[in-house]
């Protein structure tokens, strides 16, 4: 197992550009979320999905779009890049109740820069 | 509404020493709580994780954590440090079990001297 996948590890764009996260994982989990870690602030999520076709809001969901076609997939989208989502962002997966286990599985990150 | 205080930024500490890196948390529900570990570059991995039974929870490396209800507390231990343990350790807290949505603490960087 690949376990959770994330492209590209860094990336820099301009103030108003979109570009898309991509992250995959190979564990069949139910569970995936997207974190964003900011120095000092621990770990905020942005979105989350509970299964294909589901998805809702974290705790800073503003300026990010997400969607869930698959099980394996779960892509984030920035819609026009602003300096304040300088960050690195965090995929993470958890196979839910079903699986027997409450741990999360993280990605290995993605550091974007915004200019 | 729940939330996680890590009390120290940064913790140094000498090779061999013991160490606690302290978290605090406030529900007023019962929580399950976990500690997560961050090695440079790297995305986080579970050290160990209190859902229930024993106070004392045992995790990879070494590493131990007590739950104390009373206190709201549950610190993170290890009697003796090695090099290889310089990482930045975060505290989580979730009502449920479904645990996409972990509030998370600041973290804290701990610093191993030679």
């Known amino acids: 197992n690949a376990g959770v996948t994330q492209t590209p590890k860094f990336q820099v764009l301009k103030t108003g550009q979109s570009m898309t996260l991509q992250c995959a994982q190979d564990?069949?989990?139910?569970?995936m979320s997207w974190y964003r870690q900011d120095p000092g602030m621990g770990l905020r999520l942005i979105h989350y999905s509970v299964g294909a076709g589901i998805t809702d809001q974290g705790e800073v969901p503003n300026g990010y779009n997400v969607s869930r076609s698959t099980t394996e997939d779960f892509p984030l989208r920035l819609l026009s890049a602003a300096p304040s989502q300088t960050s690195v962002y965090f995929c993470a997966s958890n196979p839910g109740l079903a699986g027997g286990t409450d741990t999360q599985y993280f990605g290995p990150g993605t550091r974007l820069t915004v200019l | 509404a729940q939330s996680v205080t890590q009390l120290d930024s940064q913790v140094p500490v000498f090779e061999e020493a013991p160490v606690e890196l302290r978290c605090n948390y406030s529900s007023s529900v019962s929580v399950y709580l976990f500690w997560y570990v961050q090695y440079p570059n790297q995305g986080l991995q579970l050290l160990l994780k209190y859902l229930s039974g024993s106070t004392l929870v045992k995790g990879i490396n070494g590493f131990e954590a007590e739950f104390n209800k009373s206190q709201t507390s549950f610190h993170l231990r290890k009697p003796s440090v090695h090099i290889s343990d310089t990482a930045e350790y975060f505290c989580a807290v979730t009502l449920r079990r479904s645990n996409y949505q972990l509030i998370w603490g600041a973290g804290t960087k701990l610093i191993i001297k030679p």
């Open positions: 564990m069949n989990h139910e569970y």
